[in-house]
């Protein structure tokens, strides 16, 4: 079945410096990626929806130049937080969509600590 | 932004147990509903899919019913064991995915 690597698993950082997180999709080609948020005991929340080739995306109250999205090829999308701080701590999962079959496949997230 | 409402909050059943867990959504462009399962500090694995031209999809433990007209759909898990044990979410897709509250469930031996 469809696989998408997510990295790092889990990233420490000091507030104020900039973290990458990597999204493959590893046996497809995914054109549209996702990432989402998720705070614990809450639900995932759509951050932004990313095209290869094309900007990002971003939902209402995302700053999209604080989460950098680049989206360079068919199977990598990053999600960069810039100037972290304690408040962006969270869990990122990031999402690819496949067209055939239909199907969204989920990497296994990212747990982001600032400190 | 959440546009899948997701019911109830919490459920614990017995073990052998149903537990049901309820969805309602608006957005009528809705046209792929999935159902996750989630532990902690993982991502969300796919359990189970439909499309609204169909009422009913059953795989092996796991069904779906779609109410197309009332815009709802719900996930029965027939045969609870412990290791259900997880937060589901609903969610629902047109040109990206929305996700439900989420449903901690608990099935105690």
């Known amino acids: 079945g469809a696989v998408v690597s997510q990295h790092p698993s889990r990233v420490i950082c000091k507030s104020g410096t900039s973290v990458k997180i990597e999204c493959r999709s590893l046996?497809?080609?995914?054109?549209?990626m996702f990432w989402y948020r998720q705070f614990p005991k809450q639900s995932l929340m759509l951050m932004a929806t990313s095209n290869e080739g094309s900007k990002a995306t971003y939902e209402q109250g995302v700053e999209k130049d604080k989460f950098l999205i680049n989206h360079a090829s068919l199977t990598l999308s990053t999600l960069t937080v810039t100037s972290a701080h304690p408040e962006d701590s969270s869990f990122y999962i990031c999402?690819?969509?496949?067209?055939?079959?239909?199907?969204?496949?989920f990497g296994s997230g990212t747990r982001l600590t600032v400190v | 932004q959440q546009q899948v409402k997701q019911s109830p909050q919490s459920l614990i059943v017995q073990k052998g147990g149903i537990p049901i867990i309820n969805c309602a959504y608006e957005n009528t462009a809705f046209d792929y509903f999935p159902w996750y399962q989630q532990f902690p500090g993982k991502g969300p694995a796919l359990l189970i899919a439909?499309?609204?031209?169909?009422s009913e999809k059953k795989e092996g433990r796991f069904t779906i019913s779609f109410n197309k007209s009332a815009k709802q759909f719900s996930l029965h898990i027939m045969d609870s064991q412990p290791g259900d044990s997880a937060t589901y979410f609903c969610?629902?897709?047109?040109?990206?995915?929305?996700f439900g509250a989420g449903t901690r469930l608990t099935v105690k031996p």
């Open positions: 439909i499309r609204p031209d169909v």
């Open positions: 969610a629902a897709s047109s040109d990206d995915m929305r």
């Open positions: 046996d497809f080609q995914a054109t549209t």
């Open positions: 999402s690819a969509r496949e067209i055939k079959p239909y199907g969204y496949t």
